[in-house]
């Protein structure tokens, strides 16, 4: 009887319950959609950074990532020693880094040198996208940035002088063509990057065979610790990091803005709240009379209480319904069809090293957590309605 | 057999200011079976007994017993469930739930009362049927006319079978047609039904068809005439 009074009573006024339930649902429609645009972006700048620098877990030698250097590189062919076998394992990629300076003509500068597989790396850093100028697949040419491809004016076909400290101190010279322009967002890398092949790089820097870091990426980022722990097993030759170890910047800056987020979602709470605090208490003031009504005849308050409990239920599970409804469709779309961002936005975005789009997460926690969050917090502003009946003076109330 | 004793009951407001006799030293006793109409002027004091007498507002002096229980001895919750099990109300202005139909609405006390669902609906289907309003039980109360919610009201205060309905201005916003009918009904349900009906009224008609009259003058009774 309390559901079937319950029910009828939401569609007594029929206005003012969809006002109620509309403004639940534009609180549950907001904070999904910004909350997916926001987890979005973070997920678009992991996977960038994560594609691109470290991996979801980087396997170094125990002491590389205290001091990068050379003599801190491992053997390839210890990668076999390594549990790869776990299932959120995509790939890995084997990488040897150094510095360098590059030379050609009378202009010199300081490079990053990077060896890589470049099959592989295509697949993992998508580096052949950024190609811009001359060929990706090369057996013994150089990948230069378009930067510095720009400051010592030197192109495709052209040769390009290395010279640095190889592996144990060694000479490390060498002279390659420059068989492609690749163009990155962030002007240091720009200006910087030259990427050899694997074979090349080790042999540059004396270094055959050795490697500085094996990245690994997932196809589950929330495996990465599982797979931490038992990537090198026992080993205290390796470590593996979480690009979560590698990139700390990264997190503390998403960490910052989710909170930054958050306040904006808890003043939508506040906004939003108080909207169904003061359809609530309407609702309890406009029917003081009737309250009043059945407790006379014998409904017993707590009874009453019960039947305007199931009412903000209803209400507010329609309002969150609501919510959910319009916003899945939405979010749906724009993580298909990311919404691309142009003029001084997209350059910014660019200038730091993403891609100017905004991506949406298509996370079911999302819609999860904004609904639940608002009915408690309608719930929660329930309380009011059941302490005024608990509070109600029969006569006072058929005075109403 | 008495089923309402008042004994030297006051009403008093604002007793720490300035203090108001709503109802100064009232004694009365209600037999079984009576109809009896409590009248006076506006403000003597009518509504206020009433609502002593049904437990909706406390007594400041004296005490009242129905069916020899002391009212003023119920908690909140006790007195409540008091009122569902004895007293029936009836409003001026009828006060039926809205969401609910005419029967649904005689048939409500008697759910609170956790009655048995075929007891419930062969109860409504009586009280809908003497009260000539059986073809409408399945309207709700605003496609009713004001006569017909007042005969769902007073079905609804007979339909658990209670000590005695209390009727503060039933006939109040009626037409006279409607005042004579219903009037008629609660007679024939007080012959039928041995029910007990107490009104507070200045209706005439309603004065004319009662057996007793209790009338009060500024919350005190002046006058208590059976016919």
Same mark, same amino acid.
């Given at each position: 009887?309390?559901?079937?009074? &319950? ?318 409804? *319009? ?8 993580? &298909? ?8 936005? *997209? ?54 | ?33 009576? @109809? ?45 469930? @008091? ?5 029936? @109300? ?106 007990? @009906? ?30």
């Amino acid at each position: 009887m309390n559901f079937k009074l &319950a029910w009828r009573n939401i569609w007594r006024n029929k206005k003012r319950t969809w006002i109620t339930a509309s403004s639940i649902g534009f609180a549950v429609f907001f904070a999904c959609v910004m909350q997916s645009m926001q987890l979005g972006s973070y997920e678009r700048m992991i996977d960038n950074s994560v594609r691109f620098l470290t991996g979801h877990l980087g396997v170094h030698q125990l002491d590389y990532w205290d001091e990068k250097i050379l003599d801190n590189s491992f053997p390839e062919e210890t990668l076999t020693e390594l549990n790869l076998g776990h299932e959120s394992i995509i790939m890995g990629v084997p990488r040897i880094t150094s510095f360098a300076l590059a030379s050609y003509g009378d202009k010199t500068k300081g490079a990053l040198i990077t060896g890589v597989d470049l099959s592989l790396e295509a697949q993992f850093s998508y580096l052949e996208n950024k190609l811009r100028e001359g060929v990706y697949h090369t057996d013994n040419g150089a990948l230069i940035g378009a930067g510095l491809s720009e400051y010592l004016k030197l192109g495709v076909g052209d040769t390009l002088v290395l010279l640095s400290q190889g592996y144990h101190g060694v000479n490390a010279v060498g002279k390659y063509p420059v068989a492609g322009v690749l163009k990155f967002p962030v002007p240091d890398l720009d200006q910087s990057a030259v990427y050899l092949p694997l074979g090349i790089a080790q042999t540059f820097f004396g270094a055959e065979g050795m490697i500085t870091s094996y990245s690994v990426l997932l196809d589950d980022p929330d495996a990465t610790e599982q797979v931490q722990s038992q990537l090198i097993g026992d080993s205290d030759v390796y470590e593996a990091m979480t690009w979560k170890e590698m990139m700390p910047d990264l997190v503390q800056g998403i960490e910052l803005d989710y909170y930054g987020g958050l306040v904006m979602v808890y003043v939508l709470y506040g906004v939003i709240g108080f909207g169904i605090f003061g359809t609530f208490l309407m609702m309890t003031k406009e029917r003081t009379y009737e309250f009043g009504i059945l407790n006379s005849i014998g409904m017993k308050k707590s009874r009453i209480q019960r039947m305007v409990a199931i009412e903000i239920l209803l209400l507010s599970f329609l309002g969150v319904a609501l919510g959910l409804i *319009a916003a899945s469709p939405i979010v749906v779309y724009f993580w &298909a069809n990311p919404i691309l961002l142009t003029g001084e936005t *997209a350059a910014a975005m660019e200038k730091f090293g993403y891609e100017p789009i905004m991506p949406f997460a298509l996370d079911p926690q999302v819609f999860y957590d904004q609904g639940i969050s608002i009915l408690l917090i309608a719930l929660f502003l329930g309380v009011y309605p059941m302490l005024a009946i608990q509070q109600l003076k029969i006569i006072k109330a058929l005075k109403e | 057999m008495s089923v309402i004793e008042a004994k030297s009951v006051s009403k008093i407001y604002n007793p720490d200011t300035i203090p108001v006799h709503a109802i100064n030293d009232v004694s009365l006793t209600i037999e079984e079976g009576e @109809f009896t109409a409590i009248v006076g002027p506006s403000g003597c004091g009518k509504t206020t007994l009433l609502n002593m007498i049904g437990g909706l507002d406390s007594v400041s002096e004296g005490h009242i017993s129905v069916s020899g229980v002391n009212i003023a001895d119920l908690n909140e919750a006790a007195l409540t469930d @008091f009122r569902l099990k004895n007293i029936g @109300f009836v409003f001026q202005s009828y006060n039926l739930i809205p969401v609910l139909t005419a029967k649904e609405n005689v048939e409500f006390v008697m759910l609170l009362q956790q009655s048995h669902q075929s007891a419930m609906d062969e109860r409504a289907d009586e009280l809908l049927t003497k009260m000539g309003i059986k073809e409408v039980s399945q309207r709700r109360p605003a496609e009713l006319s004001g006569g017909q919610q007042q005969r769902v009201a007073v079905a609804r205060a007979l339909a658990s079978k209670p000590k005695f309905i209390l009727a503060d201005e039933p006939t109040a916003n009626l037409d006279s047609h409607s005042t004579e009918s219903l009037l008629d009904i609660m007679a024939k349900m007080n012959e039928e039904e041995k029910a007990t @009906f107490i009104f507070s009224t200045h209706d005439q008609r309603v004065i004319d068809k009662a057996r007793r009259i209790i009338t009060l003058e500024d919350g005190r009774i002046v006058s208590d005439e059976k016919k």
